[in-house]
């Protein structure tokens, strides 16, 4: 399109109005649906065989061109956009390349064979604004005829929309092992939803013992993505990317298309498609852009109603503004509504006109504007600010904008998309560019304009607007300690944790203040070279202390709350601690005498040298060896159930853990390894070191101690030397070497017993037939030290009762009951536990680790570490 066609269409521009028409859907499949039976699949809708068959031919006549003008102007592909043009009321919707590719692996998977499994799945990912959702709904159109298709609606849950995926799939169907396939279009939706589903599907495929080999469900996933040609080459046989950048083939496509759509409409009627067709070009966006807003009148209110819907444009996706806030802003005064539209258009600027899109919700019917496309949006914020405004003074407009922010019509949607633009962190995980601590407007104050004060005036402004909203109390804790502003961090992180006291999520950022200040003490130290004396540390240990007391809090209110799961404050506590360890062992009175230091740690000792200074302190920093090691085992504990990311919470905004582990397992291996190195003879960890026996004096205490450092103190640590397999059999081999030579008769704790059988394990898996792994009826004898009560037995402790009394072949019939009896026991109470830890969580949270397979062998040569199944 030339720039000149833009300019010459300016003073005769109207917007284009969304069809209004709600279109019938009768048919599915060769089967009617009644009425009765499409309200009992609410979380469906069903594309049928005829849909919109109804479609009278006055309404066509009326509303073809603008239902093809407000498709290639920018709107969402409806289905009345591939009637029209199956039945050649319009041209052909073009199919680019990735709707073959789907096709393609959709014909595959419809391709009978034994391997065949019931849920297949295909995924799109696509650019923003690059067609993945009209290239989703063209292959649910070309194959309705020959699958029963439908669209998930959002918000439903997987059980309810796999509930009604079986009802379609079965609908005045006689034999369920006869049926159609079923394609189930679910858009925008996380990894872990789509797996909940695929199970919740598989579970009902099973329980109507559909023969195996039969194809039930194909999930047809689309989700928006910055990479997507990335998350294609992952698995080109399952994943289709959709791009702004076209191939050869579909440039001619789009060269022919634009041609042909010139003839019949203005330019600016199919604005977005010209822009696809220039592949969304940088330079040709800037430019067009540029000659839009020639001559815009930049002081009136349409121009500021244009930059607001620009700002939620370009920060929060899918957002728009209703038209009744709109007219509520522009101060319009409509007495009758057939002239509502009228009156509005006639109330923007050409400008406005030529890239506003103008859209209507079916269900609500709410009339609404976004801009076009959201690399536009983009593009006219960046050019209407220039250098007279910054994004954060026209973000606080927005927020003090009154008759916006109350008006009552709209105002849910209005709100969330504002809050959003607050407070939405930036998620790849949610098909965003990067990972971000805050939103991506906030973080572009904090950066590109390089200022945070900005940042935290719109935040504090938010905060008043919202009416004292804690999370944006949070938020401000968060953005004041991230620029070392503690005191007015601790002030804002009160203020939150007044109003939810029971947050642990608040309660968390509160202890993360305190975490922050402390570190920030103890860099003066190491940047200054000052020597730490017991005076000048005082303020530092007292800072720590509070952050352990905070996060303590946390993990209270964590374990209360049963909807969520966050374990961000044991993780914490356990790095608070270790920092703190380190600050004390590196002081003066006890740089130079570990012992010293372990003595004053351990027993009721205290020197003279910090007799005074630490005296508020004492009895707290005796008690870090216990709490600590509390905080470890929780720690442990549940990564021996989880071992994925699934533990953080997936809300987008605020109410979410500080800081993520990556790696849970190398960093429980290695802060439990640091824990146990501030509370061990540093004498006996080098005689082990160089293959050496240790001192026959060492406490119980002690050697648990070691064996911390070693990286075996807890089950996780120990089973993840399967994992990380680096010396692992040397170490391992020193673990069990710390034991008693004659483990039935040395009454070991629960704990010990269950390390100590897990090593043996873990060395047996590693090293078949190794010299020192214990006899298998030990070990069995070892067990018989667990309570009677199995309520009292740890959960390591029933995993050992599975795993060790699990019958064998050989096995007498009485052998095999009693075997039996003991197993069975075990599992009722590991699943008792198990729900106890689930709460009342989402299913996609409720995954189970497996470390061990079931193998032919006998005793321990029968367990197989699942790394093997890994690794094959």
Known sequence: MKMSHINSTLQQVQPVKACTKQLPVYVKGTC??????????????ILTVDHCRETSKEFIEEEKTNIEEQFYRGGRVNWLNFWLAEHKYVGEVIERDAYYEVSKLLSDALKRNADQTPVNSINIYHHPGSGGSTVARQVLWNNRKELRCAVVKPSYSAADVAQHAVKLREYEEKDPQTCLPVLLLIEDSDKEYLDDLRNELEVAINTRRIQYGTLCFILLSC????????????????????????????????????????????????????????EFNENYIQEFVEHVLQDIDRQ???????????????????????????????????????????????????????????????????????????????????????????????????????????????????????????????????????????????????????????????????????????????QLARLHYTYEKFEEAKHWAETAAKQQPNNSYILDTKGQVYKKWFQAKCRVFDN????????????????????????????????????????????????????????????????????????????????????DAWEPFHDRVKKLHKTMQDALEWISEDLSYFQTDIGEDENETAERPEEKISNPLKWLAKKSSEYGKYFSEADAIALLK??????????????????????????????????????????????????????????????????????????????????????????????????????????????????????????????????????????????????????????RKRRIYTHFFLGNGNELDKFVHKRKFERV
């Open 32 to 45: 009617l649906l009644e009425t009765n039976e499409e309200e009992q699949m609410y979380s469906l809708e």
């Open 223 to 278: 989700r928006r993505s910055h990479d997507p040609e990335n998350r294609c080459k992952e698995s080109p046989l399952q994943n289709v990317s959709v791009t702004h950048k076209l191939s050869d083939k579909e440039k001619r496509k789009f060269a022919g298309k634009r041609k042909a759509l010139e003839e019949r409409y203005a330019p600016d009627f199919i604005l977005t498609f010209v822009l696809m067709s220039e």
């Open 300 to 474: 009136s209110v349409g121009t500021r109603l244009l930059l607001y819907v620009a700002l939620l444009n370009t920060y929060v996706q899918n957002s728009y503004i209703s038209q009744s806030h709109c007219e509520a802003l522009l101060a319009l005064t409509i007495r009758l509504e057939r002239f509502r539209q009228h009156e509005f258009a006639k109330s923007l600027s050409d400008q406005a006109k030529l890239v506003l899109l103008h859209l209507r919700d079916d269900k609500t019917h709410i009339e609404s504007i976004k801009i076009i496309h959201p690399l536009v949006a983009k593009e006219i914020l960046q050019q209407l600010l220039g250098n007279q405004q910054t994004q954060s003074s026209l973000a606080m407009d927005l927020l003090c904008e009154t008759v916006l922010f109350e008006h009552r019509f709209g105002r849910g949607e209005y709100l969330s998309f504002l809050r959003a633009l607050f407070m939405r962190r930036a998620r790849i995980s949610k098909g965003d560019e990067y990972d971000s601590l805050f939103s991506p407007l906030i973080e572009h104050v904090c950066e590109e304009e390089e200022c945070p004060n900005k940042a935290i005036e719109l935040l504090k402004e938010a905060f008043q607007r919202f009416h004292k909203d804690p999370f944006f109390a949070q």
């Open 528 to 611: 200054d070279n000052v020597p730490k004396t017991a005076q000048n540390t005082a303020d530092a240990m007292e800072t720590a202390l509070k952050a352990l007391e905070c996060f303590q809090e946390c993990e209270k209110a964590a374990n209360a709350d049963m909807e969520h799961l966050n374990s961000s404050g044991f993780f914490s506590e356990v790095e608070v601690g270790c920092s703190l360890l380190k600050l004390i062992s590196s002081t003066q009175v006890f740089a130079n005498s570990h012992s010293e230091c372990m003595k004053y740690l351990l027993t009721d000792y205290i020197p003279e040298e910090v007799k």
């Open 690 to 843: 160089h293959g050496q026996s240790i001192p026959p004096n060492l406490t119980n205490t002690q050697k648990r101690m070691i064996i911390h450092h070693l990286g075996g103190g807890n089950v996780t640590s120990i089973l993840s030397k399967l994992t990380n397999q680096k010396d692992a059999v040397r170490i391992l081999e020193s673990i069990i070497s710390l034991y008693s030579s004659n483990p039935v008769q040395a009454k070991f704790g629960q704990g010990d017993i269950i390390n100590y059988i897990l090593a043996h394990i873990s060395l047996n898996c590693l090293s078949p037939k190794n010299q020192k792994v214990a006899d298998f009826k030990d070990l069995q004898a070892l067990c018989h030290q667990f309570p009677t009560e199995k309520r009292k037995c740890l959960p390591g402790a029933l995993f050992l009762l599975t795993l060790l009394f699990w019958p064998e072949d050989h096995d007498t019939d009485r052998e095999k009951e009693a075997k039996y009896e003991i197993v069975q026991s075990a599992v009722e109470h590991l699943e008792k536990d198990y729900w106890t830890k689930m709460k009342d969580i989402p299913q």
